[in-house]
């Protein structure tokens, strides 16, 4: 059985799980720079993370016309983005989850987007807004053939 991790926003009004193995993605996009007012560090479940607590506290932004972002609308915590039509969010905010020590960045998304005046030291694979693009179009594309 996968193992499982539990995160909650600032407040604890909104609890979530995640299970299977935790994967980084740091994200540079403008969309996440406004965001978060940094990076987007969001993590990557095998079986995506599913809120299992309060979700009566979750607002949902529709911020582009492919992903919608959530918040609690009690402590203003980001929770997570999502793809529109999907159940389940994409990535979860890692900080929102006690994750294991040692954990590396998987991948950095949207570096064209990234400013100048930071970087991660690492050697994750990295992939522009355009790349990321494609990815998403051919994973909704598939999503829609079955």
Excluded at 89 to 100: E, K, R, S, V
Excluded at 107 to 118: A, K, L, T
Aim: with cysteine; aromatic share 10%; charged share 30%.
């Amino acid at each position: 059985m996968p193992e499982t991790y539990e995160g909650h926003c600032l407040c604890g009004a909104v609890r979530l799980e995640g299970r299977g193995s935790p994967k980084i993605e740091i994200c540079h996009c403008d969309m996440c720079l406004h965001w978060h007012g940094s990076p987007g560090m969001a993590v990557m479940f095998d079986d995506r993370a599913h809120v299992v607590a309060g979700e009566d506290h979750v607002s949902v932004y529709e911020s582009s016309d492919w992903a919608e972002r959530a918040f609690c609308k009690i402590c203003g915590t980001t929770l997570f983005y999502k793809l529109k039509g999907e159940d389940a969010p994409h990535g979860a905010q890692a900080g929102l989850f006690d994750l294991p020590k040692g954990l590396a960045i998987h991948e950095e998304i949207f570096v064209d987007e990234q400013p100048d005046y930071y970087r991660f030291d690492t050697n994750a694979p990295r992939f522009t807004g355009a790349e990321m693009m494609k990815r998403f179009e051919d994973y909704m594309a598939k999503k829609n053939k079955k």
